[in-house]
């Protein structure tokens, strides 16, 4: 590879290349010396950026009514996009050694960046539209540190597709072959095995996930908001509609009301969910790396060794849980789950997210599905009085202080808050396999994870001051993948202490005799 330009093949132009990415080489060859992104990052960096400015482009210039300084505007804008992408290609350089990834960067400060291999969590190719058009990837090492959002690892944007998974290859090799009983040999990596993939049957589910009432929320804004600052009429037939509504009887105001939120939630969730979620394939490749490959505008290839997982979580939202669906995600040594990183499955069916769990895990049956322990009574009055004390405690302040129909709806939703309560508690739920330690809690969004009993490395014993009173503990497996901590919520002290003790023999003997 020519260290000057990048070593990416000639963009070809036209067609948009298809959202996948080449096929592993069959052999790897570390990159020793310092190597330039590719050249064509000059083209694809500014196109990217001014995509996501096309919005202010139009205010500036095509809404600028001819004000010549709009005019200027949008040019300088333009061209301090340009000339930032073209400092960024002269002074950034990259290696890969034996022991670690190097990148330098910068022009009146240079910085370098260097990441031992042996911390790399997972490597996440990302193809944005700019960049499939042009046959590029971006790199994004994790290393799993979440003391400051955004400093996890390093990124290289960009270089050519098939550089980008060779260096994926050459990254995840190493990761591998240091795990404990891992043999280096040179066959050729092969196929992957695909675990799960896109079905357009999932769809039914996005309406559920609530994602497209938030997206048409924020364009409406964005839009209401420009249209202000330009003084552009584009709510006149909005506000007579809804004046219209208004002035009809209320039953039919409500009814309308709530058919076209339901319609637009429901098509903006639709349209969320492909363009996340388009061509999501779930493979395991012959490097012993799991790896999820999604998206129809920005393609997004993300593998996790396997080495490194410690467990799964199934987690099924109310409305989700309602229409029998649920999406999971990894418990990945070194990394949180706030990040997309962490993504196993999209919102499926419960029982594809079960499946998948084991596939992932090497485990039949499922972890997640194992019949699960009940936890005490007392468990249940503590989510009974929780659910329903508070609403009573409303219910009178209000009929003191409020108009007489505000404490008879709080009584009314007495019984909606019982039953959530009753739900929490069915919710609840724990067990020990020969592998993993099993838990399950929540209602508003229920989740049940298995953890690896081998990844746990103490536990954390808590109790309120209610807790004490109705005899119960919270049992906590602090681990180094994942959030850091998973809870085993309200269970009996005894009980709670035997399973700690069960999971991890002797780690909690030396307290317990004190």
Same mark, same amino acid.
């Given at each position: 590879?020519?260290?000057?330009?990048?070593?990416?093949?000639?963009?070809?132009?036209?067609?948009?290349?298809?959202?996948?990415?080449?096929?592993?080489?069959?052999?790897?060859?570390?990159?020793?010396?310092?190597?330039? /992104?590719?050249?064509?990052?000059?083209?694809?960096?500014?196109?990217?950026?001014?995509?996501?400015?096309?919005?202010? =482009? !139009?205010?500036?210039? !095509?809404?600028?009514?001819?004000?010549?300084?709009?005019?200027?505007?949008?040019?300088?804008?333009?061209?301090?996009?340009?000339?930032?992408?073209?400092?960024?290609?002269?002074?950034?350089?990259?290696? @890969?050694?034996?022991?670690?990834?190097?990148?330098?960067?910068?022009?009146?400060?240079?910085?370098?960046?260097?990441?031992?291999?042996?911390?790399?969590?997972?490597?996440?190719?990302?193809?944005?539209?700019?960049?499939?058009? =042009?046959? /590029?990837?971006?790199?994004?090492?994790?290393?799993?540190? &979440?003391?400051?959002?955004?400093?996890?690892?390093?990124?290289?944007?960009?270089?050519?597709?098939?550089?980008?998974?060779?260096?994926?290859?050459? /990254?995840?090799?190493?990761?591998? &072959?240091?795990?404990?009983?891992?043999?280096?040999?040179?066959?050729?990596?092969?196929?992957?095995?695909?675990?799960?993939?896109?079905?357009?049957?999932?769809?039914?589910?996005?309406?559920?996930?609530?994602?497209?009432?938030?997206?048409?929320?924020?364009?409406?804004?964005?839009?209401?908001?420009?249209?202000?600052?330009?003084?552009?009429?584009?709510?006149?037939?909005?506000?007579?509609?809804?004046?219209?509504?208004?002035?009809?009887?209320?039953?039919?105001?409500?009814?309308?009301?709530?058919?076209?939120?339901?319609? @637009?939630?429901?098509?903006?969730?639709? !349209?969320?969910?492909?363009?996340?979620?388009?061509?999501?394939?779930?493979?395991?490749?012959?490097?012993?790396?799991?790896?999820?490959?999604?998206?129809?505008?920005?393609?997004?290839?993300?593998?996790?060794?396997?080495?490194?997982?410690?467990?799964?979580?199934?987690?099924?939202?109310?409305?989700?849980?309602?229409?029998?669906?649920?999406?999971?995600?990894?418990?990945?040594?070194?990394?949180?789950?706030?990040?997309?990183?962490?993504?196993?499955?999209?919102?499926?069916?419960?029982?594809?997210?079960?499946?998948?769990?084991?596939?992932?895990?090497?485990?039949?049956?499922?972890?997640?599905?194992?019949?699960?322990?009940?936890?005490?009574?007392?468990?249940?009055?503590?989510?009974?009085?929780?659910?329903?004390?508070?609403?009573?405690?409303?219910?009178?302040?209000?009929?003191f202080f409020a108009p007489a129909w505000t404490w008879q709806v709080a009584l009314a939703l007495v019984p909606f808050s019982a039953l959530l309560g009753w739900d929490r508690y069915r919710s609840l739920g724990h067990a020990l396999t020969d592998r993993y330690l099993v838990a399950r809690q929540g209602s508003?969004?229920?989740?049940?994870?298995?953890?690896?009993?081998?990844?746990?490395?103490?536990?954390?014993?808590?109790?309120?001051?209610?807790?004490?009173?109705?005899?119960?503990?919270?049992?906590?497996?602090?681990?180094?993948?994942?959030?850091?901590?998973?809870?085993?919520?309200?269970?009996?002290?005894?009980?709670?202490?035997?399973?700690?003790?069960?999971?991890?023999?002797?780690?909690?003997?030396?307290?317990?005799?004190?």
């Amino acid at each position: 590879m020519n260290p000057e330009q990048g070593g990416g093949p000639a963009p070809t132009g036209g067609a948009l290349p298809p959202a996948e990415f080449p096929a592993a080489p069959a052999f790897v060859e570390p990159v020793v010396d310092w190597h330039r /992104l590719d050249v064509r990052m000059l083209v694809v960096r500014p196109l990217n950026e001014i995509i996501g400015l096309v919005p202010v =482009f !139009v205010g500036l210039v !095509v809404l600028g009514r001819g004000e010549g300084w709009r005019i200027v505007a949008g040019a300088g804008v333009i061209g301090a996009i340009v000339l930032f992408g073209l400092l960024r290609w002269m002074t950034t350089r990259y290696r @890969i050694t034996d022991d670690q990834v190097e990148i330098t960067t910068g022009l009146l400060v240079r910085k370098r960046l260097a990441v031992p291999r042996d911390r790399i969590r997972t490597v996440d190719l990302t193809a944005k539209l700019g960049h499939r058009l =042009f046959g /590029l990837s971006a790199i994004r090492v994790g290393t799993g540190q &979440r003391d400051q959002p955004g400093e996890d690892g390093l990124t290289l944007d960009a270089v050519s597709s098939a550089e980008a998974e060779r260096l994926r290859l050459l /990254l995840l090799t190493r990761v591998v &072959r240091d795990a404990p009983g891992a043999v280096d040999d040179a066959e050729e990596p092969g196929e992957g095995v695909a675990l799960s993939s896109w079905d357009a049957r999932w769809l039914r589910f996005a309406p559920l996930t609530l994602s497209g009432l938030v997206a048409v929320g924020a364009l409406f804004g964005l839009t209401a908001n420009f249209a202000r600052e330009l003084e552009v009429e584009v709510l006149g037939p909005l506000t007579e509609a809804a004046h219209w509504v208004m002035d009809q009887p209320v039953g039919l105001t409500a009814g309308l009301l709530a058919g076209a939120v339901l319609v @637009i939630a429901g098509f903006g969730s639709v !349209v969320v969910y492909v363009v996340q979620f388009w061509g999501y394939q779930l493979t395991r490749e012959p490097d012993d790396t799991v790896r999820v490959r999604r998206g129809l505008l920005t393609t997004r290839s993300v593998s996790v060794a396997e080495q490194r997982l410690r467990g799964v979580e199934v987690a099924e939202p109310l409305l989700l849980r309602a229409g029998r669906g649920a999406h999971a995600k990894t418990v990945t040594t070194g990394l949180g789950r706030k990040g997309e990183s962490s993504l196993l499955l999209p919102p499926a069916p419960v029982a594809e997210a079960h499946r998948v769990t084991a596939e992932v895990l090497r485990q039949t049956p499922p972890p997640t599905r194992a019949a699960l322990r009940r936890h005490p009574v007392a468990a249940l009055r503590r989510r009974m009085v929780r659910a329903v004390v508070p609403l009573l405690v409303l219910a009178a302040a209000l009929a003191f202080f409020a108009p007489a129909w505000t404490w008879q709806v709080a009584l009314a939703l007495v019984p909606f808050s019982a039953l959530l309560g009753w739900d929490r508690y069915r919710s609840l739920g724990h067990a020990l396999t020969d592998r993993y330690l099993v838990a399950r809690q929540g209602s508003a969004v229920r989740g049940t994870f298995a953890l690896q009993r081998t990844g746990i490395i103490g536990w954390r014993v808590s109790r309120s001051f209610f807790q004490r009173r109705a005899g119960l503990v919270t049992i906590s497996a602090t681990t180094a993948a994942g959030d850091g901590a998973y809870h085993v919520v309200d269970v009996g002290e005894a009980e709670g202490l035997a399973l700690a003790e069960e999971a991890v023999p002797d780690l909690l003997r030396p307290f317990l005799e004190r």
